[in-house]
């Protein structure tokens, strides 16, 4: 480092080479001799630089030719540190500009890793929020979808109720007509066949009439249009209006065996209820091969009741099972399942402080337990 | 041998606004008991490059020898680190401003980069002896005195020196206003007055004499 408080030396000023040079050409210009002096000393005449004396001259020279030869030599010294400070000068700039780079440097080279830190754990949080906002979209959407389901079904039930109302009631009239129509015919016995052929189309279309009323109260019933809000209702009957809907999907009448206790009614949403006993069904259905069994029971346990339904399906592997409640985990094809129908149940369980329990085996089937208290609060 | 106390003192301040020039009047105008060669480094175009140096200096018999190094700094921008270099250890600092309206702007950015560079070179400007010069009085469109007490009378830099360097013109009683200021601490480090019988008026004295043929003031 450079320090400018310190004065430069002879050395310093000029390499040890150049001043006996320049001693040389002084001897040889004054045509006497001329010693150069690292020390003062008595009749030697200083030469200085920059106030400092940094030599003396010793010579039998008159003292007005030592005098010029001293200022000589001081004028060469001023020329020759005007490069040494300057260089110095330079150094040192230069150094304080290298350190300083470096010291930007390093701090750069800090503030990228940090952000590199950051920008990492932000793509971690980002994806974490992207899966979260998918997941609650698909539940969003699964749930518009079966309150549209619902309100279709109640649209419907509410269209065809009235016109199935005046088709059964004109048909009982038809029927009456037709039977005073017999007994003022009764001698055309030709005609005794066709009308007796009318009684069973009227028969057949009445029994088609009151059938589509039943299956109108039962969606009515299911889509829950009458009642939304938690109330006491029969879980069996429940059960069986549940089966009813499902009938289409059976492939025959006895696939599915009812075993159902005398139960108190419960508390809780029959609608959510249904949705649960309905995604159990139809869970147990499509695990069916041929000749596949469903048992459903219900019996009070303690102060809860049980409701069991048991298959006889191709059952879970380990690896299905652990993941079975997991919301969107399907092992349907694509469009065949929502991934929703056991997480849906757990979800109406915990609802009305229930509990479950899953036990399957790969080809043997798969029997699912609920508990629902009898006098639980639902929340 | 005699102590030797070697103080430095820096001329700054925007480029062209007569740093040199105050070197060079101090030079031609200052008759102290000991002066050294004004070293002189600019480009062909009369810019510093590196600095400008002037040594003054006086002895007390054989126990005190005391010299001041005059150093200019280069005024551009680009110069910076040059500047901070000249800077370190500085015991006074003189800033020469341009008194050019068309100037105040770069008077200003270079008190900041005064400020910055003292403290980046562990100085502070509360606390150094500086003085402010306003050069180039002589100009026609300059700042107006008001203005300059306006802007600087509350200030602790207050009185500025009004100067003309390169009529000579306020240059030696910058210096001797400096000097003023830097007299306390070198007193108190060195013990000047205890020591060696040198108060504050012997001091400038010795330091400030003129050449009887030059006595412009």
């Known amino acids: 480092m450079y320090d400018d408080r310190e004065e430069l030396s002879l050395d310093e000023l000029l390499p040890p080479a150049q001043v006996t040079r320049a001693m040389i050409l002084l001897t040889n210009l004054c045509g006497a001799e001329i010693v150069l002096l690292r020390h003062p000393e008595a009749q030697a005449t200083p030469v200085e630089f920059s106030l400092e004396p940094v030599a003396w001259l010793k010579s039998d020279l008159p003292i007005p030719q030592r005098r010029a030869a001293a200022a000589l030599l001081e004028l060469l010294l001023f020329h020759a540190a005007k490069y040494r400070l300057a260089a110095n000068l330079h150094l040192t700039a230069t150094e304080a500009n290298y350190q300083e780079l470096q010291q930007q440097h390093a701090a750069l080279q800090a503030s990228e890793a940090r952000y590199r830190l950051l920008s990492e754990s932000l793509q971690e949080r980002v994806d974490s929020q992207v899966r979260t906002i998918r997941e609650s979209q698909q539940k969003l959407y699964e749930s518009a979808r079966l309150r549209a389901v619902g309100q279709l079904a109640a649209g419907m039930a509410h269209e065809i109720n009235t016109p199935i109302g005046f088709i059964s009631s004109n048909l009982r009239t038809a029927q009456e007509y037709l039977g005073e129509i017999t007994e003022s015919a009764e001698a055309e016995s030709n005609l005794g066949e066709l009308i007796e052929d009318f009684h069973s189309l009227l028969e057949e279309s009445l029994d088609g009439a009151n059938r589509i009323s039943g299956l109108i109260r039962d969606i009515r019933l299911f889509a829950n249009i009458d009642q939304t809000d938690h109330r006491h209702f029969d879980l069996n009957a429940l059960i069986e209006t549940t089966l009813r809907l499902l009938q289409p999907d059976l492939a025959t009448p006895d696939t599915v065996t009812l075993r159902l206790d005398r139960l108190p009614r419960i508390p809780g949403y029959p609608a959510k209820i249904g949705q649960a006993i309905h995604n159990a069904l139809t869970n147990a259905l499509r695990s069916l091969g041929d000749e596949g069994k469903v048992v459903v029971t219900t019996r009070p346990v303690d102060d809860m009741i049980e409701l069991t339904v048991q298959d006889n399906g191709h059952g879970m592997s380990q690896e299905v099972r652990e993941r079975a409640f997991e919301p969107f985990y399907t092992t349907r094809e694509v469009g065949m399942g929502s991934g929703l129908g056991l997480p849906v149940i757990l979800d109406v369980v915990t609802a009305h402080h229930g509990r479950l329990n899953l036990t399957s085996e790969v080809g043997q089937g798969t029997c699912l337990t609920l508990w629902l208290p009898i006098a639980g609060q639902a929340s | ?217």
């Not at chain 2, 040594?55 to 551009?76: A, H, N, S």
């Not at chain 2, 400020?115 to 502070?124: M, R, S």
Request: aromatic share 8%; glycine share 6%; charged share 25%.
């Open chain 2, 1 to 217: 041998m005699p102590n030797k106390i070697v103080l430095k003192i820096v001329y700054y301040g925007p480029a062209m606004s007569g740093k040199t020039t105050n070197l060079l009047q101090l030079h031609a105008l200052l008759d102290p008991q000991r002066m050294g060669e004004l070293m002189v480094m600019e480009t062909r175009d009369d810019r510093t490059l590196f600095f400008d140096m002037l040594p003054i200096g006086f002895q007390q018999e054989q126990t005190l020898d005391i010299r001041l190094k005059l150093y200019t700094v280069p005024g551009q921008v680009e110069h910076d680190s040059t500047r901070k270099a000249v800077l370190s250890r500085a015991d006074g600092v003189i800033f020469v401003a341009d008194s050019q309206l068309n100037q105040q702007e770069n008077n200003a950015v270079s008190f900041e980069n005064l400020a910055d560079n003292l403290h980046k070179v562990g100085l502070d400007i509360e606390r150094i002896p500086l003085v402010v010069q306003f050069n180039k009085r002589d100009l026609s469109r300059i700042v107006e005195e008001k203005t300059l007490r306006e802007r600087w009378s509350s200030s602790a830099w207050w009185p500025l020196v009004l100067s003309s360097a390169l009529k000579g013109h306020g240059v030696i009683e910058t210096f001797e206003r400096l000097l003023e200021r830097l007299y306390p601490a070198v007193n108190e480090a060195h013990g000047l007055s205890r020591h060696y019988g040198i108060d504050r008026s012997v001091f400038l004295e010795r330091l400030t004499r003129c050449r009887e043929d030059h006595h412009v003031r």
